[in-house]
C-alpha cells in the first residue's frame, strides 16, 4: 500500500503561483509512476502532468508552459504559474508501479487540496 497526502493548495489570485506537494509513504516502490490530476465541480477529473520512472514528463494542453512536474524522492510537487480562474479545482496526486501517463488508471490516490483562483 501507498499512502498519499497533498498540501500546498490555498486561493490566490490570477496570475499567482502556487506550489502543491504530495508526501507518499508505504511500499513507496509501488509509487515510481506518479501524476497530478484535477477535478473542477461537475466536470470529469483529469489528468494534467504525469512523470514517470525514467523521468520523461507530460502535461496536458491546459497547463503545458504554466505548471512544472517535479520528484524529491518519495515526495511529488506541482509548481503552478501563471493561473487562471480556470485552474480552480480540487488537485490530487496518483501514484502507481505502472505508468499510466494521464490516464485516470492509478491505483493509489491522495485526499485531495482545493486550489481556487480569483479573477
Known amino acids: 500500500q501507498v499512502r498519499l497526502v497533498e498540501s500546498g493548495g490555498g486561493s490566490v489570485q490570477a496570475g499567482g503561483s502556487l506550489r502543491l506537494s504530495c508526501a507518499a509513504s508505504?511500499?513507496?516502490?509501488?509509487?515510481?509512476?506518479m501524476a497530478w490530476f484535477r477535478q473542477a465541480p461537475g466536470k470529469q477529473r483529469e489528468g494534467i502532468a504525469a512523470l514517470n520512472s525514467g523521468g520523461r514528463t507530460t502535461y496536458a494542453d491546459s497547463v503545458k508552459g504554466r505548471f512544472t512536474i517535479s520528484k524529491d524522492n518519495a515526495n511529488l510537487y506541482l509548481q503552478m504559474n501563471s493561473l487562471k480562474p480556470e485552474d480552480t479545482a480540487m488537485y490530487y496526486c496518483?501514484?502507481?508501479?505502472?505508468?499510466?501517463?494521464?490516464?485516470?488508471?492509478?491505483?493509489?490516490w491522495g485526499q485531495g487540496t482545493q486550489v481556487t483562483v480569483s479573477s
Open positions: 496518483a501514484a502507481d508501479s505502472v505508468c499510466y501517463g494521464l490516464k485516470d488508471l492509478y491505483n493509489y
Open positions: 508505504g511500499y513507496t516502490y509501488l509509487s515510481h509512476c
